[in-house]
């Protein structure tokens, strides 16, 4: 049996599954079924002994304990103490309640990595209020759903641990690569608020005025949760605890933050536990589904031809890893971010070592990219989130409000590729 059918049969099977609705995880798992039936001579007792080798791994034990520190902070609500804070701190610029909201993602982003827990949770804590005080609803819905996108990009992010543990690639160097980005992203994301209310201030109201008293006192309600980050960042930064040692920290950390602002409950405890679980148990389904389809796709040869393939195009090295750019920017229109980067992996990482990039370098720029697709229709997540828990607005209408921000985000992809430095220089500073 020749290459290209059996490509056609797991390929095609693969987009018809998709076609009919069938999620993507229970769709790699019928296909790899297949795969290990006709092409690889496998009986189907090898997905459990699969299963447990591919899951048995220590990095990806850091993954429901930073979801679970991220849901204690979202289900107790004393992340909206980050929200208040900022405001008052950036009270200054025009359109400071946008700026505050995309300052209290970047924070949350460092004690959480789910976009989606921020998406939810600023969309019910900041709206109303951005909405009461006159604020343009595409301008409060955009700058809510595209600041979201940072908890993927700043450390600890879930992706970033399923990359790195996907490609044996330190986890700890991939959050210190991710900082300078996360931050650079921030800056760019508020400067655009501000350039577009300077444009336009029927945007937003004018601006509120606080003493310096007040913001010295917010700046303290931050402190809290920015000792948290040092602390399990540090510790990771510092080589003294592993990234999974770290999130157990953290999860131990949010607990006791939320005692002491006495919002913990039992009821809020469950939630955090559920939540957790819920979303691991997704993230294994798919990493376990696509790791045994990979497996097929490089034993039929797939994966080296494809390889072969695009590095024999007549292309330079820059042109090649723009048509990868491209290709991600059209894919996370439909896949989420996990599922498009282990079904993508195994044919673009090969390209990326060929291509000479380091790995350390493309997992961040991916991430990058993956944040487009969660704002981009028909299947941006953030969007959906977004307008589940502010129902009056349509989708589209949350979309238009995103575009404006997609820009800066094309400008850090742009500034990565110009200089990796921006990538590469803190974890080679960390560890030399």
Known sequence: MGLGFMSLILLGGLVLLL???IEIAPAMGVMAALGLLLFVHQPLDYFARAAFEIMNSFTFTAIPLFVFMGAIYSHTGII????RGAEKIFGNLPGSLASAVIVANAIFGAISGSSLAAVATFGKICFPEMEKTGYDAKLSLGAIAISGTLSVLIPPSVILIVYGGWQDVSVARLFAGGVIPGIILSLLLMLTVTIMVVRNPKLAPTRLKFSNKERIRAFLDLLPFIGVIVLVLGTIFG???TPTESS????L?????ALIYRRMSFRALKDSMWTAVTITSMIAFVLFTARMLGQVFQYIGLTEAFSSFMIGLPLGKYTLFAVICLMYIVLGCFFDALS?????????APIIKDLGFDLIWFGVTYVVLAEIGL???PYGLNLFVLKGVVPKYEITTIFLGTLPFLIPTVILIILLVLFPELALWFPSVLYR
């Open 19 to 21: 076609a009919f609705g």
């Open 80 to 83: 909206g103490s980050l929200f």
């Open 239 to 241: 080589g003294i605890m």
């Open 248 to 251: 157990s920290l953290g999860a």
């Open 253 to 257: 950390l949010s607990i006791v933050l």
């Open 340 to 348: 498009m980067l282990v079904l993508t992996l195994p044919f673009v």
């Open 375 to 377: 704002v981009t229709p």
